[in-house]
């Protein structure tokens, strides 16, 4: 038993298929039920399951195997379709999550100089419900608040390179990469001269004065 689909506007195009007033016939088999279900919940077509009825416009083969390959093609749309809608919606909760941790990590990094700049001022305050000392015992040091405070929040600061140090370490870093910069002589240790004289330093580039000829002037 086929279906009669009636359209109450001549025309009316739903599911791919321009549907009639006066009622196509569509055997089965050449509707899935998907559409099926669709053309039922259509205000405006009527769905008649029968027999092919007298007057109606009938399908030939060649319709039949158009129609099922039109319903095939919408599966597969429909299908990509909810693929598609389904990576869609990763990515944005992928995103909604990255864009919640970049939060955090700011919320956090804020509190961070938040805490650094409010420290000097707590570290003034702890100091100041510490005993007092003497400052006039050893190891004593008198500092106001207010240059402890400045202190600490210079020291707080990042240090950031001059650009002379900083091209003085690239060149540094190029010519030990190439090997054309030598180690530095090593100083040899001091020695003592037997005749009591001050002891020095000899470096591997200045070997040490010949004490042979002072001593044979003396002898005559």
Do not use: W
């Amino acid at each position: 038993m086929g279906v009669t689909i009636k359209s109450k506007i001549d025309g009316f195009r739903r599911g791919g298929i321009v549907h009639r007033a006066k009622g196509t016939y569509y055997p089965d088999g050449v509707l899935t039920e998907e559409q099926l279900e669709q053309f039922r919940r259509e205000p405006q077509l009527v769905v008649i399951e029968q027999v092919q009825p007298a007057g109606a416009v009938g399908l030939d083969d060649e319709s039949q195997r158009l129609m099922q390959e039109m319903g095939d093609t919408i599966a597969a749309l429909e299908h990509e379709l909810g693929q598609a809608n389904a990576g869609r919606l990763l990515a944005i909760s992928n995103l909604e999550q990255a864009g919640a941790e970049l939060e955090a990590e700011r919320s956090y990094r804020l509190a961070v100089l938040d805490r650094q700049d409010a420290l000097p001022g707590l570290v003034v305050e702890a100091l100041n419900l510490l005993e007092p000392a003497d400052p006039t015992q050893e190891g004593v040091v008198c500092i106001k608040a207010n240059s402890l405070a400045a202190l600490i929040t210079e020291l707080l600061q990042p240090q950031q390179k001059t650009p002379e140090a900083q091209d003085d370490a690239n060149r540094s870093t190029l010519s030990n990469a190439g090997g054309d910069e030598s180690p530095a002589p090593s100083s040899v240790p001091a020695v003592a001269p037997a005749d009591g004289a001050p002891a020095g330093v000899v470096t591997p580039d200045k070997a040490p004065s010949k004490r042979g000829k002072p001593a044979h002037k003396d002898a005559d």
